[in-house]
């Protein structure tokens, strides 16, 4: 079995299970469902998203600061650890977001890399997605596909879908490989990864949050300002 480091250089991922506390679970649950408790659409900073559809795929993001204890988790030890164990080198906080598919009806998620959605050139980050329930196939776990990063370190061409609200940058026939895991595991993979996500057919929820990180900040060459957060960890 490959370690951590080996297999993100090998594979674009690296599986952590168990890797967060009881504590940290219910931390994460407790701002989680606060945030849903808010109506889907009140034009609020942290609900409006450009792939939300609704209550069947909910976008909660940049809300960490409204928490007591999130942001010292976000900043913290543990997400240092897994920081260097896929060998980013002092890394900071670039995004985070509970992503929710809605019970019963939660859309799926076209294959893609995360870094497509960036929208200029950048260096690679790393996509931190945490599960806050027992992730399945039947509620919407994610896939991944296997990818050498050294060999296929780039942005695959990605189509948008008006049907679907998203992204797509992968037609073929692979299936990839299902992330099923308890509630606590990380799934870490590079922004070069290709991943996905079924539909949630389960009478509840899926609740994940997703956190990334890069490696110095991510300038929009627009602008001339960071894209997002530049908060280093502390750990």
Excluded at 87 to 106: I, R, S, Y
Excluded at 140 to 149: A, K, M, Q, S, T
Aim: glycine content about 12%; hydrophobic content about 35%.
């Amino acid at each position: 079995m490959l370690d951590a480091a080996s297999s993100f250089r090998s594979q674009g991922y690296a599986l952590f299970e168990g890797a967060l506390s009881a504590e940290d679970i219910a931390l994460l649950r407790g701002a989680c469902d606060h945030l849903l408790d808010e109506p889907v659409h009140d034009g609020g900073n942290g609900d409006i998203h450009k792939i939300g559809l609704g209550k069947a795929r909910r976008f909660l993001r940049h809300r960490h600061e409204e928490f007591p204890g999130l942001e010292d988790f976000l900043l913290g030890k543990r997400i240092a650890d897994i920081c260097g164990a896929c060998g980013m080198e002092d890394p900071m906080l670039f995004n985070e977001q509970f992503v929710v598919k809605g019970a019963g009806k939660g859309a799926s998620f076209a294959w893609h890399q995360d870094g497509a959605y960036v929208g200029f050139d950048h260096r690679p980050y790393l996509t931190i997605w945490i599960a806050l329930d027992d992730a399945t196939e039947e509620n919407g776990c994610v896939y991944i596909l296997p990818r050498d990063l050294k060999a296929e370190g780039h942005l695959d061409a990605h189509e948008w879908q008006d049907d679907s609200n998203e992204l797509n940058g992968y037609f073929g026939s692979e299936t990839g490989m299902p992330m099923t895991c308890k509630a606590g595991t990380i799934v870490a993979f590079s922004s070069l990864t290709l991943h996905s996500s079924g539909a949630n057919t389960t009478g509840t929820p899926r609740r994940a949050y997703v956190t990334q990180y890069s490696q110095g900040p991510i300038i929009d060459p627009n602008t001339g300002a960071p894209k997002r957060f530049t908060k280093p960890l502390r750990a």
